[in-house]
């Protein structure tokens, strides 16, 4: 039988400077991120122990720590440098998605958001 197995953080806040406009660039602003993970975690379903689950919650805050000290152009190239992240400290996960949100990129919408999904090649 099949599995594919998730895991799920969403509504990540965090502050980085991203944009290409000079105004953009003086501050940091918001971006919201969520990450789906799939990895195998029948281990761990079974186990019931924490060594066998991935530590998701060290990878947040790794995460975290690159989004913060990241200094990007384009969302674009903050998503696939999330990737890159999750994929190095991540060594169980098997493929990724992410979801960066800029809620102040357009003054007439809510938000706007880059999806990338990549698997470990």
Not at 3 to 14: A, W
Not at 19 to 31: F, K, W
Request: hydrophobic residues 45%; negative net charge.
């Amino acid at each position: 039988m099949a599995m594919t197995d998730r895991i799920s953080i969403e509504g990540l806040r965090l502050r980085a400077v991203i944009g290409v406009h000079e105004h953009e660039r003086a501050q940091r602003q918001t971006v919201v991120v969520d990450l789906r993970l799939e990895t195998d975690l029948e281990r761990a379903g079974r186990s019931d122990d924490l060594a066998d689950a991935p530590d998701y919650d060290a990878l947040t805050r790794t995460v975290a720590a690159h989004v913060e000290a990241s200094s990007f152009q384009l969302v674009e190239a903050l998503a696939r440098s999330i990737l890159e992240v999750v994929f190095e400290a991540a060594p169980r996960v098997t493929a990724a998605w992410v979801r960066v949100e800029k809620p102040e990129a357009l003054a007439r919408a809510r938000t706007v958001a880059i999806e990338m999904r990549r698997e470990r090649g």
